[in-house]
């Protein structure tokens, strides 16, 4: 099916229509979140990809500071149309899209055309999850709370990804409030046979149920790693033990055998 998506300037905010629009054409690959109480998909990741199926980094290195407000939007328009022509509509699962906060100019503005696509694919706004993550340390933290804060009055959920890794730790969860955060995988990677691993994830999973965040567990590989996670209370996962990333597509789940 023929899903290239080439900018929309209609809807966007002052930041884009200054700005330059990405001279390149993008889709998305899914991968589920699987609610482990259920074994069903609760939420699926959308991963940005080349219209060619080229892989994010190589997408990602074609941004820039003039194209990286505008690439954003395309990003959110491209995850919305896609995972319904896929058939998220019929899933009933959640639809979970990336953003550098550095990328959002103004939450309010910023989301316009967000909603105006969602609405056009008779998505409702209340199945969108908005994961930030940041790699390097956040120079405006009372803008991403800004953001935070406005993408929960709207009815969106958002999420912390790469808990653990970087400069996503601790700092960042004593300054927002987060719905969920995702444990980073290198935190999760041997956690059935590390100690100190399973102490750090059990305590933070006490932290998060007092602070009223969610876990999810992602880059699980093994079902050792799926098992330890499920034994500390953990009931969302994502990982290739379940499903890997599809192009155009939502995958289905393989659940492990039991041992």
């Known amino acids: 099916m023929e899903m290239s ?63 990286r407000y505008a690439f954003d939007q395309q990003c959110r328009v491209a995850a919305i149309e896609c995972a319904v022509a896929a058939g998220l509509l019929a899933d009933g699962a959640k639809l979970s899209i990336n953003f550098l906060p550095n990328a959002v100019y103004s939450p309010k503005a910023c989301i316009q055309l967000t909603l105006k696509t969602a609405a056009a694919n008779h998505l409702p706004i209340d199945r969108l999850m908005f994961e930030f993550t940041e790699t390097e340390r956040m120079a405006d933290a009372a803008h991403v709370q800004n953001i935070i804060d406005t993408y929960q009055a709207m009815g969106f959920v958002t999420a912390l990804d790469d808990f653990g890794a970087g400069h996503a730790g601790l700092g960042l969860l004593a300054r927002f409030r987060p719905d969920f955060i995702k444990l980073d995988m290198e935190l999760l990677r041997g956690i059935d046979s590390s100690a100190p691993r399973r102490m750090i994830v059990e305590a933070m999973v006490g932290l998060c149920t007092r602070l009223g965040v969610t876990m999810i567990a992602e880059g699980i590989e093994t079902r050792g790693e799926l098992d330890a996670v499920r034994s500390l209370g953990i009931d969302l996962v994502q990982g290739y033990l379940l499903a890997r990333p599809a192009f155009e597509a939502l995958p289905g789940v393989t659940l492990p055998v039991a041992a």
């Open 5 to 67: 998506h080439t900018f929309d300037r209609v809807g966007a905010c002052v930041a884009c229509r200054s700005g330059d629009a990405p001279d390149f054409a993008l889709s998305m690959a899914f991968q589920p979140i699987v609610d482990m109480r259920t074994e069903r998909t609760w939420a699926y990741e959308a991963l940005v990809r080349g219209r060619d199926g080229a892989g994010a980094a190589e997408v990602l290195g074609r941004v820039t500071d003039a194209n």
